[in-house]
């Protein structure tokens, strides 16, 4: 009997011991969650501090936005342009033309800048720009701009009226049709003709009595011109 109530104490007591163990357990994990990273970056500092050095510090990571480059002509007929806009004060600009670095200059004062005499190449093209500061940290890559650079004028064709003809009636007017290229306007005497994507076009011109001269002129994007004229006599 008395060895019986013996062994019931000593299994309580183990029971117990173990209870305490798993608490404490369980209380370190909690205080190392909490203030363990703490614990071990001043004991990396004080560690630091007795072999005489001082902490490093990180370096601070300087975002720069892009620059900012003003909108260009969809077309021109010019091989140099001036591109402008604004970046950051006291910044570098890099230009950038059909991928490959054109210019460098200085962002001025006021934020602006403008680079004059930029060739282009003949056809399509692209303008891009980065900044970059005084310690070598550079922006991403600016909006790319198209841009077409066409020097020989359009095409042009008049099928009718033919020079120096001849109207009469009551009608007071001639069709004027030809074909020319794609986005090109067509005007006869500043007047505008539709223009159809395959490049042809007509319109209904009205005469007055005598000689008329109807000057056919075709202007693409890029503003190059061609004209053609066409003498007309107009008889009731």
Do not use: C
């Not at 970059?132 to 198209?146: E, K, M, R």
Request: proline share 5%.
């Amino acid at each position: 009997m008395a060895r019986s109530h013996l062994r019931r104490y000593q299994e309580r007591q183990q029971e117990r011991r173990i209870f305490l163990s798993l608490a404490g357990i369980v209380v370190v994990l909690i205080f190392l969650a909490f203030f363990g990273l703490k614990i071990l970056v001043g004991f990396s500092l004080l560690v630091e501090r007795l072999r005489g050095g001082t902490p490093s510090a990180q370096p601070v990571q300087n975002i720069i936005l892009p620059p900012t480059l003003d909108p260009l002509p969809v077309a021109t007929n010019s091989a140099t342009i001036t591109i402008s806009g604004r970046g950051q004060t006291g910044y570098m600009l890099i230009l950038y033309v059909n991928d490959g670095e054109a210019k460098k200059v200085s962002i001025a004062k006021d934020g602006s800048f403008s680079i004059s005499s930029v060739k282009m190449d003949e056809g399509a093209n692209t303008v891009s720009a980065k900044q970059i500061d005084a310690n070598g940290n550079i922006s991403d890559l600016s909006d790319v701009l198209p841009i077409r650079i066409k020097r020989t004028p359009p095409s042009l064709e008049v099928s009718s009226p033919s020079d120096n003809s001849t109207v009469e009636g009551d009608t007071g007017r001639v069709t004027v049709s030809g074909k020319t290229e794609e986005d090109v306007a067509v005007t006869i005497n500043g007047r505008l003709a539709v223009v159809a994507i395959d490049g042809s076009f007509h319109y209904d011109f009205p005469l007055a009595e005598g000689d008329n001269t109807l000057t056919i002129k075709a202007t693409d994007p890029a503003s190059n011109q061609t004209t053609i004229e066409r003498h007309v006599t107009y008889k009731k």
